[in-house]
């Protein structure tokens, strides 16, 4: 079970972090990523992060603002998310990749998926 967290309303230039916390002891063999979803928008990926966290792979859209982590002795995965733009607004959701050995942007290769964290920044 996938719990995503952090969300809620900010202004412009503001900054989030938002988590993942995962249930299982297997988190730590998983590729986790972050995507998102815009009112009226297709599912966008934004990030994600190899099992060990050695390897992650970022969108262009918010490379250089946004950062994934994670912490598997905590078993959650973070999203920096820094200098916050009204267009960043949407449902961010945390998934997990069972079989991952590297970070795929490929939402269909995701296997479990949190609820959704709603991220609204005002202008």
């Known amino acids: 079970q996938l719990q995503a967290s952090g969300g809620g309303p900010v202004q412009a230039g503001d900054s989030l972090r938002l988590s993942c916390a995962v249930s299982?002891?297997?988190?730590?063999?998983?590729?986790m990523g972050w995507f998102r979803q815009a009112p009226g928008k297709e599912r966008e990926f934004l990030s994600a992060?190899?099992?060990?966290?050695?390897?992650?792979i970022i969108a262009d859209s918010v490379k250089g603002r946004f950062t994934i982590s994670r912490d598997n002795d905590k078993n959650t995965v973070y999203l920096q998310m820094d200098s916050l733009k009204p267009e960043d607004t949407a449902v961010y959701y945390c998934?997990?990749?069972?079989?991952?050995?590297?970070?795929?942007?490929?939402?269909?290769?995701?296997?479990?998926w949190g609820q959704g964290t709603l991220v609204t920044v005002s202008s």
């Open positions: 998934a997990a990749d069972r079989y991952g050995v590297e970070p795929v942007a490929d939402a269909g290769e995701y296997d479990y």
């Open positions: 299982g002891r297997t988190f730590s063999s998983y590729a």
């Open positions: 992060i190899s099992w060990n966290g050695g390897y992650t």
